[in-house]
């Protein structure tokens, strides 16, 4: 059985920075569409970043201030998050598409209202608490 576990969330007061690490227990994260989502109370599910194959992506919330980066010799994906902000409080989930392992073909992983898996083809982490404080 596939499974993400996420660590490295945290307090800090805002201007502050945090990186999240997901480590997946397989050797297969170089196959994977990879995401990092957050939720905030009241608020849908945001998509905060991507990396595939294709490259990297991030929401507009978050441009120029976190990263996103992978290391398949240690199957971690992270996020560096850098110049937080209150608004950046939520719980970050690592999710994973393997799309390419089980079905052969990529699907990237969407944006959706809940940050839950809504595939079998996906695999989601338990989440991890970030709050900034101003």
């Known amino acids: 059985q596939v499974k993400l576990v996420e660590s490295g969330g945290g307090s800090v007061q805002a201007g502050g920075s945090l990186r999240l690490s997901c480590v997946v227990n397989r050797r297969e994260l170089m196959l994977y569409d990879m995401a990092w989502y957050r939720q905030a109370p009241g608020v849908d599910c945001e998509l905060v970043s991507t990396i595939s194959s294709d490259g990297a992506s991030y929401g507009d919330s978050v441009k120029g201030r976190f990263t996103i980066s992978q290391d398949n010799a240690k199957n971690t994906m992270y996020l560096q998050m850098d110049s937080l902000k209150p608004e950046d409080t939520a719980v970050y989930y690592c999710?994973?598409?393997?799309?390419?392992?089980?079905?052969?073909?990529?699907?990237?992983?969407?944006?959706?209202?809940?940050?839950?898996?809504?595939?079998?083809?996906?695999?989601w982490g338990q989440g991890t608490l970030v709050t900034v404080s101003s």
């Open positions: 999710a994973a598409s393997r799309a390419q392992v089980i079905a052969g073909t990529r699907i990237p992983l969407s944006r959706r209202r809940r940050c839950e898996r809504t595939s079998y083809l996906e695999v």
